[in-house]
């Protein structure tokens, strides 16, 4: 069994600041990348940031000096500090892994947390 866990959303006013954190736990050989997505009511799932095992990121060009995401390999966790914060923020976010449950396993698979909601007001 793989979980993701995430917490630290909430409500906040425009100009305020946010941090997200996401834990994997279970089965889990070796995660590759993680990630932000976020969706609001009616609209398509967007990638807000990436980051790889050994640290390369990429950002949504919305959130490009604003948002930056973070991990700790031992803790099986990634973070994401949002500040800044925009009305149009407002949505469900979503944390993604990409991981191998055990050693010699050919391809990853892929888990999402729950979602947790910020809401973000003018």
């Known amino acids: 069994q793989v979980q993701l866990v995430e917490s630290g959303g909430g409500l906040v006013q425009a100009g305020g600041s946010l941090s997200l954190s996401c834990t994997a736990s279970?089965?889990?050989?070796?995660?590759?990348?993680m990630g932000w997505y976020r969706q609001a009511p009616g609209k398509q799932r967007e990638l807000v940031a990436i980051?790889?095992?050994?640290?390369?990121?990429d950002y949504a060009d919305s959130v490009k000096g604003r948002f930056a995401i973070s991990r700790d390999n031992a803790k099986n966790t990634v973070y994401l500090q949002m500040n800044s914060l925009k009305p149009e923020d407002t949505a469900v976010y979503y944390c993604?892994?990409?991981?191998?449950?055990?050693?010699?396993?050919?391809?990853?698979?892929?888990?999402w947390g729950q979602g947790t909601q910020v809401t973000v007001s003018s």
């Open positions: 993604e892994a990409d991981l191998l449950r055990v050693a010699g396993q050919y391809r990853p698979n892929v888990y």
């Open positions: 980051i790889s095992s050994n640290f390369l990121t």
């Open positions: 279970g089965s889990i050989f070796r995660i590759n990348d």
